[in-house]
């Protein structure tokens, strides 16, 4: 599956979940490890553990390897590794305290709402933008 597609799967999963404030960043100049970080919120340990439930269920849905998943049993904050995207799923405090977009924030990639969306998720382009075939 390709990156836009895989990364277009994960916010819907999120968004299924009502996940908040979700960032998506391009970190192919930093690691050639994945190419995109995705940070959701969610207001309580049930939710977090429900929002990275849902993206490895749509992965599994689309047998899309799941190589990690991490953080179940706390809830504060849950990794799943998609193998080219990395989604955090993460209490606000936690998030906060961690900051991940300083570290991974360089690029922030802009996607397009669909009807269904009911928030922004991204407010900034990086400049491989128009690459991804989106307003």
């Known amino acids: 599956m390709d990156i836009q597609k895989l990364q277009r799967l994960v916010i819907d999963a999120l968004e299924d979940v009502k996940a908040q404030d979700i960032k998506i960043f ?3 100049h930093i690691t050639g490890l994945f190419d995109r970080v995705i940070i959701a919120s969610g207001t309580s340990n049930r939710q977090t553990r429900s929002l990275a439930s849902s993206v490895a269920d749509k992965a599994r849905e689309h047998k899309i ?3 990690a998943y991490e953080g179940e049993d706390t809830g504060e ?3 799943v590794d998609l193998g080219d995207v990395v989604v955090h799923c993460m209490q606000p405090m936690v998030r906060q305290y961690y900051n991940l977009e300083e570290i991974w924030g360089g690029r922030p990639v802009r996607v397009k ?3 269904q969306s009911t928030q922004p998720v991204i407010a900034e382009t990086f400049d491989a933008y128009d690459d991804l075939g989106q307003d």
């Open 113 to 115: 709402l669909l009807p």
């Open 65 to 67: 390897p799941i190589v």
């Open 26 to 28: 391009n970190t192919t």
């Open 77 to 79: 904050w849950v990794l």
